[in-house]
């Protein structure tokens, strides 16, 4: 797989005003489904982020859905099963992360389970630091 797109990616590409809008939409129109993939758990994630939103940037559940839809045509979901997701949550245990950390280091274990070799986010510093194998991944979307 070459390519994780992270949650962040995936919001700047919906919204048309966001300030990253142009690459985001970019890196994911760059992409086939067997190019790259995103964790299962970014499209609770999106659905979240969009309906969750204040004043006219807030969606309707059928609006994000719609979104939602095209994600999972365009890319390849990645699951884990119980093994990896208690893998990944002693892995963080031993970092001596805490709290929401846990979220993106699912989505880094997701991208280490499908080979990615680039994880692409606007949150770089919330992915170095889960260590080498996944911090030489991180890439910032270019213009």
């Known amino acids: ?12 590409t919906f919204y048309g005003q966001h300030q ?12 086939k489904r067997a190019d790259a993939c995103i964790g299962a758990h970014s499209l609770a994630e999106i659905y979240a982020s969009l309906t969750g939103r204040n004043g006219r940037d807030r969606v309707s559940g059928d609006e994000a859905m719609l979104f939602i839809t095209d994600v999972r045509e ?6 884990l099963d119980d093994q990896e997701y208690f893998a990944a949550l002693a892995a ?4 001596g992360l805490a709290g929401g950390a846990i979220y993106d280091a699912l ?24 260590g080498p194998e996944i911090a030489g991944r991180v890439q910032v979307p270019s213009a």
Request: some cysteine; hydrophobic content about 55%; glycine content about 0%.
């Open 1 to 12: 797989m070459k390519a994780f797109l992270d949650t962040s990616v995936l919001i700047a």
């Open 20 to 31: 990253f809008h142009q690459p985001s939409i970019a890196l994911f129109l760059r992409f």
């Open 74 to 79: 365009r890319l390849t979901i990645i699951n």
């Open 92 to 95: 963080s245990a031993a970092l």
């Open 107 to 130: 989505l880094a274990h997701c991208a280490l389970k499908a080979r990615a070799r680039t994880i692409y986010t606007w949150n770089a510093k919330d992915f170095t630091r889960f």
